[in-house]
T-cell receptor, first 114, second 116 residues
Framework: AQKITQTQPGMFVQEKEAVTLDCTYDTSDPSYGLFWYKQPSSGEMIFLIYQGSYDQQNATEGRYSLNFQKARKSANLVISASQLGDSAMYFCAMRNRGAQKLVFGQGTRLTINP | GAGVSQSPRYKVAKRGQDVALRCDPISGHVSLFWYQQALGQGPEFLTYFQNEAQLDKSGLPSDRFFAERPEGSVSTLKIQRTQQEDSAVYLC??????????????FGPGTRLTVT
């Protein structure tokens, strides 16, 4: 069975600082994908970044990067130079390659302080 | 282009009423998903369609929940005899399909269902 664990219910960071949101996962499938989504107070889920289990390099998308440590089964999201607009819920999710559904973690509420 | 749309955005139902939630996916997306998100939790998978075929309904919590996508486009999630524990945000997502990043799911704004 797949499982995603996000151990930080809330994070508070000063504007312009970098922040790391933790995510660990568990799966018996050797082929899988890891995703991060942002959910602002308006409710929609916004895709941020994707990492495949066989990707050799850590994924990056603008200010977002994924610190993928396969042996530790962790896929932490790093946001550089945080902005006030980054305040939101952040969800880590995974999908086994043979499946379509996403399995989500509990989420981390990130608050950026001015 | 237009994203995933859902209607209604908010629905209040009395316990025991039936409700129908609509999802309009992105045009051309073959895969469609329904998720349930309880307050303060991450979304949980309900069901998945590829075109008009419902390929996975393992997440539907009871036989009161029914989903359809008869023409492979618009989908409806129906909940019969609503209970208070059905109160949640129901998210719809669509994708081009595929196992890698091309299978990225695009989410709608959700329907917030409150059962009183």
């Amino acid at each position: 069975a797949q499982k995603i664990t996000q151990t930080q219910p809330g994070m508070f960071v000063q504007e312009k600082e970098a922040v790391t949101l933790d995510c660990t996962y568990d799966t018996s499938d050797p082929s899988y994908g890891l995703f991060w989504y942002k959910q602002p107070s308006s409710g929609e889920m916004i895709f941020l970044i994707y990492q495949g289990s066989y990707d050799q390099q850590n994924a990056t998308e603008g200010r977002y990067s994924l610190n993928f440590q396969k042996a530790r089964k962790s896929a932490n999201l790093v946001i550089s130079a945080s902005q006030l607009g980054d305040s939101a819920m952040y969800f880590c999710a995974m999908r086994n390659r043979g499946a379509q559904k996403l399995v989500f973690g509990q989420g981390t509420r990130l608050t950026i302080n001015p | 282009g237009a994203g995933v749309s859902q209607s209604p955005r908010y629905k209040v139902a009395k316990r025991g009423q039936d409700v129908a939630l609509r999802c309009d996916p992105i045009s051309g997306h073959v895969s469609l998903f329904w998720y349930q998100q309880a307050l303060g939790q991450g979304p949980e998978f309900l069901t998945y369609f590829q075109n008009e075929a419902q390929l996975d309904k393992s997440g539907l919590p009871s036989d009161r929940f029914f989903a359809e996508r008869p023409e492979g486009s618009v989908s409806t999630l129906k909940i019969q005899r609503t209970q208070q524990e059905d109160s949640a945000v129901y998210l719809c997502a669509s994708s081009l399909g595929g196992a890698g990043p091309e299978g990225e799911q695009y989410f709608g704004p959700g329907t917030r269902l409150t059962v009183t």
